[in-house]
């Protein structure tokens, strides 16, 4: 019996299985170098930038928690020496000074539940302008909660909230 010919040898298969094996090793590295070239670094709002104009320079004022339910509204209140979080007219913490340390205001408030620090760091959130009025927009800031002094140095934050300027 005559010995049949194959269209391919066995070692043409290996070399096809390397060939295929780079190309989709290379497409795939393509690919990935396509996604991570793309991203671009993006920063947080603040307290100079163009968009945080018509809102105040500092905390100072009433800001609403942004949560819709009323029984759990929240209002962090800034004067110039005091500090407060109210709910419902109830005082949950109090302080006396805050200071800005970058783009965050950092502060540490007093629960006056149980006496024990919390530690807070405020940074401008989003601001949404109104489209009638060029003067007027809605000014929000992110307040992070902190258990520790520890845990406001390394960002790891506990809790936080997003607040509205309350209008006068």
């Not at 269209?7 to 393509?30: C, E, M, P």
């Not at 302080?95 to 007093?110: C, D, H, I, P, R």
């Not at 489209?131 to 809605?138: F, T, V």
């Not at 520890?150 to 960002?155: N, T, V």
């Amino acid at each position: 019996m005559k010995n049949q010919k194959y269209l391919y040898k066995g070692r043409d298969f290996i070399k096809l299985r390397k060939t295929v094996g780079k190309l989709l090793i290379a497409t795939l590295f393509s690919i990935a170098l396509l996604f991570f070239s793309s991203i671009h670094p993006v920063f947080a709002l603040d307290w100079s930038d163009n968009e945080w104009t018509n809102c105040p320079k500092t905390i100072e004022g009433t800001w609403v928690s942004e949560k819709t339910n009323p029984v759990n509204n929240k209002n962090l209140n800034v004067r110039r020496n005091t500090i407060s979080i109210t709910q419902k007219d109830n005082v949950l913490a109090s302080g006396t000074a805050f200071e800005k340390k970058g783009s965050f205001f950092e502060m540490v408030l007093q629960s006056i539940e149980n006496g024990k620090d919390t530690y807070f760091k405020i940074r401008p959130h989003l601001v949404q302008s109104n489209p009638g009025n060029n003067n007027k927009s809605d000014c929000w800031i992110k307040v992070f909660q902190f258990n520790s002094q520890a845990h406001a140095k390394f960002d790891k934050y506990s809790n936080w909230d997003i607040y509205q300027l309350k209008p006068d």
